[in-house]
């Protein structure tokens, strides 16, 4: 079987293991276990892990408390276990926030780049944009990306070139804005898809989950069918 944690300290928690299990019915022959994650046990145990969105400074603030840092660090870093960083779990994934809006708070760190917070503002200038995700096939429906409060990469740093750009938004006036990337194992985006009843990418990221499994020995002989979410 296959654990992948959503962590639990503040943020959108249950909408992520909503779509996960929905997400998991493209998987029929594995077994898929979603729990929460608020402590370091919890998270040894984990396969792959979940930062939903929420508030960065407080969720940082509050696995510092617990003891987590270093373990979420461990298990990005060192482990290299699959992680999604949503909204502010981008934020937490970066290794860089920009000092300003509100930037300079603890970050775990995993992608190379650095995040500019609420990027468009408030709460009440959050949007939904269509987005062409790089992982989406050609002539594929774009996913409804929600953008609330969301943080942007604002640039890609250390020049080690292994930073992939996903997806990207153009506000009317302003310049293009990285909203997805990823690097390796680690992958982040800006937006919600938890808060969307579209599950391609909780689909294609488990697909990713699996098949990282399936190089490391964990879930051999596997068969899975990928189809379209192929990428
Ligand atoms: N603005 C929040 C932050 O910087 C993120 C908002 C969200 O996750 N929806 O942490």
């Given at each position: 079987s296959i654990t992948v944690g959503v962590l639990a300290l503040q943020g959108g928690v249950i909408e992520h293991i909503a779509l996960l299990n929905r997400a998991s019915t493209s998987f029929p022959t594995i077994t898929f276990h979603f729990p929460e994650v608020k402590t370091p046990e919890q998270l040894s145990l984990c396969d792959a892990l979940i930062i939903p969105g929420g508030e960065s400074?407080?969720?940082?603030?509050?696995?510092?408390?617990?003891?987590?840092f270093e373990p979420l660090r461990e298990f990005v870093k060192?482990?290299?276990k699959p992680v999604w960083g949503t909204c502010a779990g981008l934020v937490m994934l970066a290794e860089e926030a920009s000092a300003t809006k509100q930037g300079g708070q603890e970050l775990i760190g995993g992608l190379d780049v650095r995040v500019l917070r609420n990027?468009?503002?408030?709460?009440?200038?959050?949007?939904?944009?269509?987005?062409q995700l790089g992982f989406l096939a050609e002539g594929e429906r774009p996913f409804k990306g929600?953008?609330?409060?969301?943080?942007?990469?604002?640039?890609?740093?250390?020049?080690?070139?292994?930073?992939?750009?996903?997806?990207?938004?153009?506000?009317?006036?302003?310049?293009?804005?990285?909203?997805?990337?990823?690097?390796?194992?680690?992958?982040?985006?800006?937006?919600?898809?938890?808060?969307?009843?579209?599950?391609?990418?909780?689909?294609?990221?488990?697909?990713?989950?699996?098949?990282?499994?399936?190089?490391?020995?964990?879930?051999?002989?596997?068969?899975?069918?990928?189809?379209?979410?192929?990428?």
């Open positions: 400074t407080t969720m940082a603030i509050v696995a510092r408390r617990l003891g987590l060192i482990n290299n990027k468009f503002g408030t709460q009440a200038q959050s949007f939904v944009a269509d987005l929600v953008f609330i409060r969301a943080p942007v990469v604002e640039e890609v740093i250390n020049g080690n070139g292994k930073v992939k750009v996903l997806g990207t938004v153009k506000k009317p006036g302003e310049e293009e804005d990285i909203v997805a990337v990823r690097q390796g194992n680690v992958f982040g985006t800006s937006f919600h898809p938890e808060l969307t009843g579209d599950v391609r990418v909780h689909a294609w990221w488990l697909g990713n989950v699996v098949e990282a499994l399936s190089h490391k020995g964990k879930e051999k002989g596997l068969v899975v069918g990928r189809g379209k979410l192929d990428g």
